[in-house]
């Protein structure tokens, strides 16, 4: 079974550019999540997708954060426009049905802002 | 929202056993428990789904209390392989939170 694809593994991008990541779970998996982890913290959920709507996006940054989730598979995330803070591991995992199913995560993406 | 995790860091002789706990201020449904390694994603251990339940495998188990809204994981025995951050992860509902952290460091 593949598992969780993530793409880029690294980016590195200036304040105030845009940068989008993208996300394949694993197939038939109906819950997505995006998480950001700084160095040295647990991940924070930014948005999670039931199929193809958000169940919950509280934690994300709405005025330069956005993701979506077409057809209910694959999903970007995108930032616009960058700040430093944004320095971070970007986590993508998907489970079967909801919190309450094990999560797959993919190999995350690690944004650097300078 | 998000629970917390105790303790924050450990160091532990091989064969040593540990306990890390997690706490939520709000009643959980369920309780996930993962661990990960310096760099890569964080990976699955085990998940608890009802009031005072305990899973296992190997020489990893957990418990769950909800009246208590606290989970244990137990480290028995503990191998070079299992240092790294253990994170406690909690639903509310459709929301799901990982827990504060905790460092896990075994040395020979």
């Known amino acids: 079974e593949a598992g969780v694809a993530q793409s880029p593994r690294y980016k590195i991008i200036e304040k105030r550019q845009s940068v989008a990541f993208w996300c394949n779970p694993i197939?038939?998996?109906?819950?997505l999540y995006w998480y950001q982890q700084i160095l040295g913290q647990g991940p924070k959920l930014l948005i999670q997708?039931?199929?193809?709507?958000?169940?919950?996006d509280s934690q994300l940054p709405k005025d330069r954060f956005s993701a979506e989730r077409l057809k209910g598979v694959d999903s970007t995330l995108k930032i616009q426009p960058a700040k430093l803070e944004d320095s971070a591991v970007y986590l993508c995992a998907s489970s079967s049905n909801g919190p309450n199913t094990e999560a797959f995560f993919g190999q995350g993406t690690r944004l650097t802002v300078v | 929202q998000q629970p917390v995790q105790s303790p924050q860091a450990v160091i532990l002789r091989e064969g040593e056993d540990a306990v890390i706990n997690c706490s939520s201020s709000?009643?959980?449904?369920?309780v996930h428990w993962y661990r990960q390694k310096h760099g890569e994603a964080p990976i699955f251990l085990m998940i608890l789904l009802k009031g005072g339940e305990q899973k296992g495998h190997d020489k990893i188990s957990a418990s769950f209390n909800e009246k208590k809204q606290q989970s244990s994981l137990y480290l028995t025995a503990s191998q070079l392989s299992y240092s790294g951050t253990y994170f406690c992860g909690t639903s509310y509902g459709n929301q799901f939170y990982f827990g504060t952290g905790t460092s896990l460091t075994v040395i020979p």
């Open positions: 709000k009643a959980l449904y369920s």
């Open positions: 197939s038939g998996h109906a819950t």
């Open positions: 997708f039931q199929n193809n709507g958000v169940v919950d």
